[in-house]
Protein backbone atom coordinates (compact mmCIF):
# COMPACT_ATOMS: atom_id res chain seq x y z
CA UNK A 1 0.00 0.00 0.00
CA UNK A 2 1.65 3.51 -0.71
CA UNK A 3 2.17 6.07 1.60
CA UNK A 4 -0.44 8.15 0.45
CA UNK A 5 -3.33 5.27 0.96
CA UNK A 6 -1.73 4.75 4.36
CA UNK A 7 -2.66 8.42 5.15
CA UNK A 8 -5.55 9.94 3.64
CA UNK A 9 -8.69 8.39 1.85
CA UNK A 10 -12.44 9.68 0.91
CA UNK A 11 -14.58 10.54 3.56
CA UNK A 12 -16.33 7.21 3.35
CA UNK A 13 -13.14 5.26 3.66
CA UNK A 14 -13.79 4.50 7.34
CA UNK A 15 -17.34 2.72 6.88
CA UNK A 16 -17.31 -0.27 7.72
CA UNK A 17 -13.96 -0.49 9.44
CA UNK A 18 -12.70 0.14 12.79
CA UNK A 19 -11.72 3.94 13.28
CA UNK A 20 -11.12 6.28 16.22
CA UNK A 21 -11.14 9.98 15.81
CA UNK A 22 -7.42 11.25 16.65
CA UNK A 23 -8.21 14.98 16.23
CA UNK A 24 -10.96 16.81 15.46
CA UNK A 25 -11.18 20.39 13.67
CA UNK A 26 -11.23 22.22 17.14
CA UNK A 27 -7.88 20.00 17.71
CA UNK A 28 -6.57 20.71 14.23
CA UNK A 29 -6.79 24.41 15.01
CA UNK A 30 -5.18 24.08 18.87
CA UNK A 31 -2.65 21.70 17.85
CA UNK A 32 -1.51 24.36 14.75
CA UNK A 33 -1.75 27.21 17.11
CA UNK A 34 0.70 25.71 19.55
CA UNK A 35 3.39 25.23 16.89
CA UNK A 36 2.95 28.10 15.63
CA UNK A 37 3.82 29.75 19.21
CA UNK A 38 6.80 27.15 19.27
CA UNK A 39 8.15 28.49 16.08
CA UNK A 40 8.19 31.94 17.13
CA UNK A 41 10.05 30.74 20.34
CA UNK A 42 12.71 29.15 18.74
CA UNK A 43 13.20 31.57 16.17
CA UNK A 44 12.39 34.70 18.50
CA UNK A 45 15.98 36.09 17.97
CA UNK A 46 15.33 35.93 13.61
CA UNK A 47 11.90 36.01 12.59
CA UNK A 48 12.96 37.91 9.50
CA UNK A 49 15.02 35.29 8.43
CA UNK A 50 12.13 32.85 8.76
CA UNK A 51 9.94 31.03 6.21
CA UNK A 52 7.39 27.86 5.85
CA UNK A 53 7.05 25.79 3.41
CA UNK A 54 4.66 22.49 3.17
CA UNK A 55 4.69 19.70 1.35
CA UNK A 56 1.94 18.94 -1.26
CA UNK A 57 -0.67 18.16 -0.79
CA UNK A 58 -1.79 18.54 2.81
CA UNK A 59 1.49 20.45 4.28
CA UNK A 60 0.51 23.26 2.07
CA UNK A 61 -2.46 24.25 4.03
CA UNK A 62 -1.07 23.39 7.05
CA UNK A 63 1.70 25.83 6.16
CA UNK A 64 -0.67 28.71 5.13
CA UNK A 65 -2.29 28.15 8.01
CA UNK A 66 0.79 28.36 10.73
CA UNK A 67 1.74 31.25 8.67
CA UNK A 68 -1.75 32.88 9.51
CA UNK A 69 -1.64 32.24 13.12
CA UNK A 70 1.75 33.82 13.42
CA UNK A 71 0.66 36.83 11.72
CA UNK A 72 -1.89 36.91 13.71
CA UNK A 73 0.07 36.31 17.46
CA UNK A 74 3.05 38.87 16.26
CA UNK A 75 1.81 40.61 13.24
CA UNK A 76 4.74 39.00 11.44
CA UNK A 77 4.32 38.01 7.58
CA UNK A 78 5.98 34.85 7.24
CA UNK A 79 7.03 33.77 3.47
CA UNK A 80 5.34 30.60 2.47
CA UNK A 81 5.86 28.26 -0.10
CA UNK A 82 4.82 24.83 -1.49
CA UNK A 83 7.17 21.92 -2.11
CA UNK A 84 6.61 19.13 -4.63
CA UNK A 85 8.77 16.00 -3.98
CA UNK A 86 7.36 13.65 -6.15
CA UNK A 87 10.97 13.12 -8.19
CA UNK A 88 12.66 12.55 -4.80
CA UNK A 89 10.55 9.93 -3.55
CA UNK A 90 12.66 6.80 -3.14
CA UNK A 91 9.74 4.53 -3.86
CA UNK A 92 8.41 6.47 -6.81
CA UNK A 93 9.44 3.25 -9.55
CA UNK A 94 7.48 0.81 -7.04
CA UNK A 95 4.07 3.44 -7.05
CA UNK A 96 4.10 3.86 -10.51
CA UNK A 97 4.48 0.14 -11.44
CA UNK A 98 2.22 -1.43 -9.21
CA UNK A 99 -0.16 1.41 -10.38
CA UNK A 100 0.15 1.16 -13.64
CA UNK A 101 1.04 4.43 -14.20
CA UNK A 102 3.84 7.62 -13.78
CA UNK A 103 3.45 10.11 -10.35
CA UNK A 104 2.12 13.19 -10.98
CA UNK A 105 4.31 16.35 -10.72
CA UNK A 106 2.45 19.28 -9.80
CA UNK A 107 5.20 21.79 -9.30
CA UNK A 108 6.55 23.35 -6.40
CA UNK A 109 5.61 27.39 -5.77
CA UNK A 110 8.02 28.90 -3.37
CA UNK A 111 8.21 32.90 -4.36
CA UNK A 112 11.35 33.54 -2.13
CA UNK A 113 14.95 32.54 -2.35
CA UNK A 114 15.65 29.51 0.73
CA UNK A 115 19.08 30.49 0.58
CA UNK A 116 20.29 31.90 4.11
CA UNK A 117 16.76 31.38 5.99
CA UNK A 118 15.54 29.31 8.45
CA UNK A 119 12.90 26.83 6.84
CA UNK A 120 10.37 24.79 8.38
CA UNK A 121 8.86 22.34 6.03
CA UNK A 122 5.16 21.39 7.32
CA UNK A 123 3.79 17.95 6.54
CA UNK A 124 0.38 16.23 7.94
CA UNK A 125 1.97 12.78 9.25
CA UNK A 126 5.25 11.88 10.06
CA UNK A 127 5.85 7.77 9.37
CA UNK A 128 8.69 6.14 8.19
CA UNK A 129 10.59 9.35 7.25
CA UNK A 130 11.10 9.28 3.69
CA UNK A 131 8.81 11.58 2.80
CA UNK A 132 10.57 14.18 5.12
CA UNK A 133 14.03 12.77 3.44
CA UNK A 134 12.71 13.68 -0.12
CA UNK A 135 11.27 16.91 1.05
CA UNK A 136 14.63 18.42 2.45
CA UNK A 137 16.45 16.67 -0.87
CA UNK A 138 13.96 18.76 -2.99
CA UNK A 139 14.48 21.81 -0.80
CA UNK A 140 18.25 21.51 -1.08
CA UNK A 141 18.20 21.59 -4.73
CA UNK A 142 16.57 25.33 -4.52
CA UNK A 143 19.09 26.66 -2.43
CA UNK A 144 21.11 26.75 0.85
CA UNK A 145 18.99 27.06 3.63
CA UNK A 146 20.64 28.31 7.27
CA UNK A 147 18.86 25.31 8.65
CA UNK A 148 15.79 23.36 8.18
CA UNK A 149 13.18 22.43 10.68
CA UNK A 150 10.08 20.29 10.45
CA UNK A 151 6.83 20.45 12.01
CA UNK A 152 4.28 17.93 11.31
CA UNK A 153 0.49 17.62 12.84
CA UNK A 154 0.63 13.58 13.41
CA UNK A 155 3.91 11.40 14.09
CA UNK A 156 2.44 8.03 14.36
CA UNK A 157 6.01 7.07 14.74
CA UNK A 158 7.71 3.68 12.42
CA UNK A 159 10.56 5.37 11.49
CA UNK A 160 12.98 3.83 8.75
CA UNK A 161 14.87 7.14 8.63
CA UNK A 162 16.76 9.13 11.28
CA UNK A 163 14.62 11.92 11.25
CA UNK A 164 12.46 13.16 14.13
CA UNK A 165 10.17 16.18 14.13
CA UNK A 166 11.06 19.79 16.01
CA UNK A 167 7.32 20.72 16.23
CA UNK A 168 4.54 18.42 16.36
CA UNK A 169 0.75 18.48 16.75
CA UNK A 170 0.02 15.17 18.17
CA UNK A 171 2.04 11.96 19.25
CA UNK A 172 -0.24 8.82 18.43
CA UNK A 173 1.00 5.54 19.22
CA UNK A 174 -0.19 3.29 16.01
CA UNK A 175 0.60 -0.15 14.41
CA UNK A 176 1.57 -0.81 11.03
CA UNK A 177 -1.71 -2.35 9.92
CA UNK A 178 -3.44 1.43 10.53
CA UNK A 179 -3.56 4.18 8.98
CA UNK A 180 -4.02 7.68 9.79
CA UNK A 181 -6.36 9.80 7.22
CA UNK A 182 -5.75 13.53 7.47
CA UNK A 183 -8.54 15.43 5.96
CA UNK A 184 -8.42 19.40 5.73
CA UNK A 185 -11.26 21.99 4.39
CA UNK A 186 -9.07 22.99 1.52
CA UNK A 187 -8.19 19.36 0.36
CA UNK A 188 -10.68 17.43 1.62
CA UNK A 189 -13.96 19.62 2.76
CA UNK A 190 -13.40 19.23 6.01
CA UNK A 191 -11.23 18.81 9.14
CA UNK A 192 -10.33 16.15 10.65
CA UNK A 193 -7.61 13.41 11.31
CA UNK A 194 -8.75 9.35 11.89
CA UNK A 195 -6.72 6.24 12.93
CA UNK A 196 -8.50 3.19 10.76
CA UNK A 197 -7.86 -0.31 11.08
CA UNK A 198 -6.77 -1.96 7.43
Known amino acids: MSAGARRHGPANAAQGRNYSEILSGDGIDRSLRRIAHEILERNASSLEGLALVGVLTRGAPLARRIAENVRHFEGLKVPVGALDITLHRDDRETRG ?82 SVRVRLVETDGEDGVIRVAV
Open 97 to 178: TQRGEYPEVRGSHIPFDVTGKTVVLVDDVLYTGRTARAAMDALLELGRPAAIRLAILVDRGHRELPIRADHVGKNVPTSREE
